[in-house]
């Protein structure tokens, strides 16, 4: 059954109410706490001189009154001194600026000092409290990425990058073959001549780019490793977690996950919807909700970044934000709704952020469960009844599976590299068509193009520019429905054009060749029946009958047997009936839902969420079943779930 929790500070309020706290945080039904990812300088406040009393009785307090701990390492905010010890330690950003010390996550990868004093202090925390009863699980650093920290300039990730490149293409040679470096005179005589892809005249090399990207992707795979590696040695039997954040690619999450046990995420639905690409209609529609899509997208996604599909919301906004542009408050019922969308989507823990509202420093507009003087504020009121609600709905199984699909960082490195189109984003592509599939009533996996695919009756590949022949061979075999978006197959390894042109290896399966690519600036449209293709068109080359077709005669939609090609950026009408008629060749349910409606499946039980301002009426749907949850009519941010009789 799905545990609630949330993050503490100890070492922000005075040790008399620590207790308090504790005891006030299991009477709303909390059972799991986190702790400690930001304490480096108090528990080390000089170096080598450590200072673990506090942390002691904090950890006694928060385990004698039943919670279980869930303890971070501190590297993602190490000391002034330990900064000023080693000044290069600290990430350049691409404008060649060091990223000084005063705020969080001022450290560069790369840095191999750095690094070993990663793996002292972890090394420490792991020998006092490995085998503390009351830690269940450990979070490596916090927010790997988190204000722009991944890809860094300075001395140490051009030295590791010459070495990653050294151990990629062995000789000169070969990695000027790769990029294409003959081009613009670039050739290098040795591996030493490389530098960073930044502050070059004009773009640089995309493969250049492309391979710093894998490679900044490695560094954070190796870095998470290291302290992965320590305390499962030192405290075995505890999961590693770490907490991704909401549309983030600059990493390889399904690489770091491969050293995890629990792949978790911070969930800030409004603040996402804010910060992102969303229509001015939208972020007004749905600004004390949430999109709903947004929290979905990520729960779907982040599951299957770990073996076992094993995931958590690390941490859930539990009212107004302090990082957005705008900051409104959820409406009331959403922090609930959240929650319980995160148990229909498999999560163990939903972890609020934060306890109490801090009165100090960067984050202290952000809402808590608590308000500043100790008062609960309305997302405890509203966790408290989420904790109701799970123990009236108890265990739930397992669903089985549906509809995967398929997502690569390394496909959105490059097309940040090379977008040929100011608006060609891959994770709003990916996006939109998630939105459509879950307009459909559908329950989506979201995975890595290397999953396992076995008994998924439907495959969605939103786009995979570079396409390997053993993930066509491995669709082929499977034979069940698939859709390839825009610009799959476009490009090789190396971000060259593929030699008999794109969509490369699918041609085995559909014969079609894109002669021209297009990008459509804003109010540049090709008509369709019932839609307008903005931002990407593609002209194709084949044999093949249109399914669809735009008013100049060019097709937008191929297919041959099971497997499907768009060849445009994917308008909303034209892209749900063809997952329609995927749905109808697969044999699987689908509902039309209304706008503001999202349904999923976990088990035997169906859950409705509703992301509007009016109340829903599902009492025609769900006649004759069961319900558990809730009524037949939502409520504005209400939930529903039953079981079929």
Wanted: proline share 6%.
């Amino acid at each position: 059954m799905m545990k609630l929790g949330c993050c503490y500070y100890p070492e922000h309020w005075p040790e008399d109410i620590w207790t308090e706290d504790a005891k006030r945080m299991v009477e709303m039904g909390l059972s799991q706490v986190r702790i400690g990812e930001f304490a480096w300088s108090r528990l080390e406040p000089t170096a080598g001189h450590y200072q673990w009393e506090w942390l002691d009785r904090a950890i006694k307090t928060l385990g004698d009154a039943g919670l279980e701990i869930i303890l971070g390492t501190p590297t993602a905010t190490p000391p002034k001194w330990l900064v000023d010890s080693m000044p290069d330690m600290v990430a350049v950003d691409a404008q060649g600026n060091p990223r000084k010390f005063g705020s969080r996550r001022h450290y560069c990868f790369s840095h191999q000092p750095y690094r070993e004093q990663c793996a002292r202090i972890v090394e420490a925390m792991a020998e006092r409290y490995g085998d503390n009863p009351a830690i269940v699980a450990w979070q490596t650093d916090n927010e790997y990425g988190c204000h722009d920290t991944i890809v860094s300039y300075s001395e140490a990730a051009k030295l590791a990058f010459r070495r990653w490149l050294t151990d990629k293409y062995d000789n000169v040679d070969a990695l000027n073959t790769a990029w294409g470096n003959v081009f613009w005179s670039m050739e290098y005589r040795s591996f030493d001549e490389v530098e960073p892809p930044n502050l070059t005249v004009t773009e640089p090399n995309p493969a250049h780019v492309l391979d710093y990207r894998r490679f900044a992707s490695d560094e954070v795979v190796t870095f998470n490793k290291l302290q992965v590696d320590i305390l499962r040695a030192r405290s075995p039997g505890r999961d590693m977690i770490h907490n991704y954040m909401g549309f983030f690619t600059e990493f390889d999450h399904h690489d770091v996950g491969r050293d995890l046990d629990v792949a978790s995420w911070d969930s800030y639905p409004l603040g996402f919807l804010e910060q992102f690409w969303f229509s001015d209609e939208e972020k007004l529609r749905y600004t004390r909700q949430g999109h709903p899509d947004i929290a979905a997208f990520h729960h779907d996604l982040y599951r299957g970044c770990c073996a076992g599909g094993r995931w958590s919301v690390m941490e859930q906004q539990p009212g107004p934000v302090n990082w957005a542009r705008y900051n409104p408050a959820p409406l009331d019922g959403m922090v609930r709704l959240w929650t319980l969308e995160a148990m229909a989507h498999g999560a163990e823990l939903v972890s609020y952020f934060r306890w109490r509202q801090a009165p100090f420093a960067q984050e202290q507009m952000h809402a808590g469960l608590l308000r500043p003087d100790s008062e609960v504020a309305p997302g405890g009121h509203e966790a408290a009844l989420a904790a109701a609600d799970i123990q009236q709905l108890g265990q739930i199984g397992e669903t089985a599976k549906s509809v995967a699909l398929l997502f690569s960082y390394e496909a959105a490195w490059l097309f940040e590299a090379q977008p040929q189109g100011q608006s060609f984003r891959y994770l709003e592509l990916v996006f939109e068509m998630y939105s459509a599939l879950r307009q459909l009533g559908l329950n989506v996996d979201i995975v890595s193009p290397d999953a396992t695919l076995d008994d998924y009756k439907m495959l969605v590949v939103p786009s995979l520019p570079i396409l390997s022949a053993s993930l066509v061979d491995r669709i082929e075999q499977l034979g069940v429905p698939t859709l390839f978006g825009p610009r799959t197959g476009s490009k090789t390894m190396d971000f060259a054009i593929e030699a008999g042109l794109p969509p490369g290896p699918l041609q085995r399966l559909l014969p079609l060749k894109v002669s021209r690519v297009e990008s459509l600036r804003p109010g540049l449209t090709e008509k369709g029946a019932d839609y307008d293709v903005t931002r990407w068109i593609e002209t194709v080359e084949t044999d093949l009958p249109s399914d669809e077709v735009v008013a100049d005669g060019r097709g937008v939609v191929f297919s041959n047997g099971t497997v499907r090609y768009l060849a445009s950026w994917p308008p909303a009408p034209l892209i749900k009936r063809v997952f329609a008629d995927m749905t109808k060749e697969a044999g699987i349910d689908i509902l039309h839902l209304p706008r503001d409606l999202r349904v999923r499946q976990l088990g035997d039980v169906h859950f409705a969420f509703n992301y509007g301002t009016e109340e829903l009426d599902l009492t025609d749907h769900i006649k004759g079943d069961t319900l558990v949850l809730g009524d037949a009519v939502i409520k504005s941010a209400g939930v529903a779930a039953w079981k079929a009789d």
